[in-house]
């Protein structure tokens, strides 16, 4: 986004708001969350009620952008802030806000991309295709790489030229990596891996399946999985900054960081404001 158009917006929450509202109502037409009746009255509060089924609600009841305690000029700057890619306590700083109210709305943020890959997880990849697993979390004693004790492992599949699809999984055992690929690769896709031996029945799985022996040769010919390389090695030191991420937070971390290479051609402080208007899936 011009940054022009950004000082503006923020201006105030008057400009903030009507931004936002921009993309949770089309064509300015409201409609019950609960119910989608166009029949509603207002109430004295400033919200509106349903004349159908009586829910009371206001422009952002259901959305993501509703969680947490936040001005619209704030989510803005948030948002700004996010796509910036500074750590939580720095936004705290930033925005004159408490540490705990900043991360709940980052969550936020992550949970909404989270939700919208799950959505988009139909789209195959295809082509030439690299495929590799790694290994997040501190140095410890014991065993490093493959089979490295208290890590937490994951998959990747990168489309030469287009998009990545990364997970966070259980294990790196075959019947887990095959299963991933299988749902998520083109049959007829060229798939290039290392050596390691899990990978062998991809090409009985409707792929033609090239193999770089690390050994030996860091490429050879169009035989590397080095975008995929990069990636990983580009995760790892973002992941870093953040000075440790819960095993149970990470997988939201981890598609923040696919959602970030997968746009990083295109405006994602749009995007983010676009997706904390959706309504939040499977709401009560």
Known sequence: MDLSIYE?????????????????WKNQQRFCPRCRSRKFYRLKDGRRRCARCGYPFHDFTGRWINRGALRPDQWLRLIKLFELELSARKMAVQLKLSYATVYKALTTIRQSIWVHAQQ????????????????????????????????????????RQGQVSVEVVPNVQANTVL???????????IVYTDRYRIYDALMFCGYRHLKIDHGKHFSRGRV???GLEGFWSWAKEWVIKHHGISAHRFPLYLKELEFRYNHRDQDIFTIIAQYLCDFVPNRD
């Open 8 to 24: 503006r917006l923020i201006k105030s929450e008057t400009s903030a708001r009507k931004y936002l509202l921009g993309f949770c």
């Open 120 to 159: 988009d997880a139909g789209s195959l990849l295809g082509g030439e295709v690299e495929v590799d697993e790694t290994y997040f979390g501190g140095r410890r004693k014991g065993k490093r790489g493959r089979g490295a004790a208290g890590k937490v492992p994951g998959f990747g599949i990168l489309e």
């Open 179 to 189: 299963g991933l690929a299988i749902t998520k690769v083109r049959r007829g896709s």
């Open 224 to 226: 590397y999985i080095n």
